[in-house]
């Protein structure tokens, strides 16, 4: 496995495409971007702005059949400048926040939240 850039996608699978988008877009201050969906009917997907040939990974929330959101252990840490940025707009966008900007010693600070869908995301920056 390269030690460049060992994760290259990520998905967060959401209930609600609407309100999980408004959510993201408004706590990032992003705007997400519908994608074809590969295999059909019961598929929807809105991708995070990304340059694949760039460090770090791209991703996009998905709706899909059979695939609830929430419920699982992986947590995808968003890059900030200062995460108390975004943790200001957490609670005004529908989602909760868990963890407040909290030390994680020489690496940084984090903030962990859930998402309106029952995810656990996280905010990671230096300062």
Request: aromatic share 12%; proline share 3%; with cysteine.
């Amino acid at each position: 496995m390269s030690a460049k850039k060992p994760i290259v996608w990520f998905e967060i699978y959401v209930d609600n495409m609407e309100r999980a988008s408004k959510l993201y877009e408004s706590v990032m201050d992003i705007k997400l971007e519908t994608l074809l969906a590969p295999s059909g009917d019961g598929f929807q997907m809105k991708s995070f702005p990304g340059d694949m040939e760039r460090y770090g990974a791209s991703g996009a929330l998905v709706k899909m059949e059979g695939v609830n959101a929430g419920g699982n252990s992986t947590v995808v840490y968003f890059g900030s400048e200062d995460c108390i940025t975004e943790e200001r707009r957490v609670k005004n966008a529908g989602g909760k926040i868990f963890k407040p900007k909290m030390s994680i010693g020489e690496y940084g600070f984090i903030t962990l939240f859930f998402d309106t869908e029952g995810n656990m995301v996280g905010l990671h920056s230096m300062k």
